[in-house]
């Protein structure tokens, strides 16, 4: 039910725009986020949305280069990736607290989501 895309082969200082499409489903009144997973590496959070888009939460490795958003009548959210290095290299997921209606993301934050969709991958060149 949610689907990322926008992934792909970027240079280092470069920028990518992933989307994350909702179907089956609305979760505009859910707050979502992204996480991503390197190769031999733990997943790991790196931003989150709140369900009115009014407050957003980052990753410190990815705070001033990484811009989450929502556009609720699209019914999906978009994360801006601007300065990229090659430690952002991985699969990156959308996620969504489909129990927290009109909630916080909090549980987002804590990797508690209850829905989870296919990554994409970024690579970064250096």
């Known amino acids: 039910q949610l689907q990322a895309s926008g992934g792909g082969l970027v240079q280092a200082g470069g920028s990518l725009r992933l989307s994350c499409a909702a179907s089956?489903?609305?979760?505009?009144?859910?707050?979502m986020g992204w996480f991503r997973q390197a190769p031999g590496k733990e997943r790991e959070f790196v931003a989150a949305?709140?369900?009115?888009?009014?407050?957003?939460y980052y990753a410190e490795s990815v705070k001033g280069r990484f811009t989450i958003s929502r556009d609720k009548a699209k019914n999906t959210m978009t994360l801006q990736m601007n300065s990229l290095k090659s430690e952002d290299t991985a699969a990156y997921y959308c996620?969504?607290?489909?129990?927290?209606?009109?909630?916080?993301?909090?549980?987002?934050?804590?990797?508690?989501?209850?829905?989870w969709g296919r990554g994409t991958l970024v690579t970064v060149s250096s």
């Open positions: 996620v969504a607290d489909g129990r927290s209606r009109f909630g916080e993301f909090n549980d987002v934050v804590a990797g508690k989501a209850d829905y």
């Open positions: 949305i709140s369900w009115s888009g009014h407050y957003t």
């Open positions: 089956g489903r609305t979760f505009n009144l859910y707050p």
